[in-house]
Nanobody, 125 residues
Framework: QVQLVESGGDLVQAGDSLTLSCAAS????????IGWFRQASGKAREFVAA????????YYPDFLKGRFTISRDNAKSTVYLQMSSLKPDDTAVYYC??????????????????WGQGTRVTVSS
């Protein structure tokens, strides 16, 4: 009933920018809170951003310090993650996830119900 497809991952150099996309297909056609997470090799999945259903509210962890921006185009059922000033530490598989809750309930992966397959971002130094 829910399909999330990430795209845009690439090999880039430190300091570059990159935009990821998450195309969401939901059987009932509704809009949902979407989050982005990342998982580096050998590490736990980490929250990087989320956006409300309308797009009016966004959520980020403090450590990103404004380098990442999440946005959405509900007409295209797509959520974007713009990443700037990329660092080698940003290297990870990036996943988008959908929450069935009408409100953002926190950055834990357990707050999200459906996941995409991920797109790999590699940042070289």
């Amino acid at each position: 009933q829910v399909q999330l497809v990430e795209s845009g991952g690439d090999l880039v150099q430190a300091g570059d920018s990159l935009t990821l996309s998450c195309a969401a297909s939901v059987r009932n056609g509704g809009t949902y809170i979407i989050g982005w997470f990342r998982q580096a090799s050998g590490k736990a999945r980490e929250f990087v951003a989320a956006i409300s259903r309308s797009g009016d509210e966004t959520y980020y962890p403090d450590f990103l310090k404004g380098r990442f921006t999440i946005s959405r185009d509900n007409a295209k059922s797509t959520v974007y993650l713009q990443m700037s000033s990329l660092k080698p530490d940003d290297t990870a598989v990036y996943y988008c996830a959908l929450s069935g809750s009408p409100y953002f309930t926190g950055p834990a992966p357990a707050s999200f119900d459906s996941w995409g397959q991920g797109t790999r971002v590699t940042v070289s130094s």
